[in-house]
């Protein structure tokens, strides 16, 4: 059973500096992995997706980078700013035909400190 | 516009009373779940369904229905609703590319409430 951990479960930062957001997984058969945000009470936005035969994706501040050998994805989040601040989950989409379970990390809460 | 849309936006209802929370997509996508998400456990998967007529369970599926009679819509059926299933509910769909999924669209969610 595929398990994803997010790591910290929480950080607090002052405006303007870089941060990393890691997921980890345990099972390497994944097709995709996905970035998201969710503002409190909100839906999910989609950051980035990375197929898995790609090393690195991105997006403005963003980037993404997978390492299917090791179980790790981080997401790279450059000069950070207020309104960045939410919780930050990674999806772990799998390579498996016809059996399609997506699994969540329990996410990364972001507060960036004016 | 692409998008997934899911009504109601809230909803509050008394134990033991049926209900279905819809689901719509317009983006032709073969893949469609739903998902419901509780402080502390994060997003977990309820069913997913890979084309019509064609459903599988998710890791929390008790107490859950679902129906795939259309590629568009998925609707999520609670026969009998009891406070434990009090949660934010999403849905959300998916191209298939392959042996997997190309990426995910999220609905904005349904806040239900079991008295």
């Known amino acids: 059973k595929q398990e994803v951990t997010q790591i910290p479960a929480a950080l607090s930062v002052p405006e303007g500096e870089n941060l990393v957001l890691n997921c980890s997984f345990t099972d390497s058969a994944i097709y995709n992995l996905q970035w998201f945000r969710q503002d409190p009470g909100k839906g999910l936005t989609s950051l980035l997706l990375?197929?898995?035969?790609?090393r690195e994706q991105t997006s403005g501040r963003l980037n993404a980078s997978l390492d299917k050998s090791s179980g790790r994805s981080t997401l790279y989040i450059a000069a950070s700013q207020p309104g960045d601040s939410a919780t930050y989950l990674c999806?772990?989409?799998?390579?498996?035909?016809?059996?399609?379970?997506?699994?969540f990390g329990t996410g990364t809460k972001l507060q960036v400190i004016p | 516009e692409a998008q997934v849309t899911q009504n109601p936006r809230y909803l509050i209802t008394v134990t033991g009373k049926k209900l279905t929370v819809t689901c719509s997509q317009n983006m032709n996508h073969e893949y469609m779940s739903w998902y419901r998400q509780d402080p502390g456990l994060g997003l977990r998967q309820i069913y997913y369904?890979?084309?019509?007529?064609?459903?599988d369970k998710g890791d929390v599926p008790e107490g859950y229905k679902v129906s795939r009679k259309e590629k568009r819509n998925f609707p999520l059926i609670l026969e009998s609703p009891s406070p434990n299933q009090t949660s934010l509910y999403f849905c959300?769909?998916?191209?298939?590319?392959?042996?997997?999924?190309?990426?995910?669209?999220f609905g904005s969610g349904t806040q239900l409430s079991v008295l």
């Open positions: 959300a769909s998916s191209k298939l590319a392959g042996t997997g999924l190309v990426g995910l669209f």
């Open positions: 990375i197929q898995s035969s790609q």
């Open positions: 999806a772990v989409l799998p390579d498996s035909g016809g059996y399609q379970k997506v699994t």
């Open positions: 369904s890979m084309n019509v007529e064609v459903t």
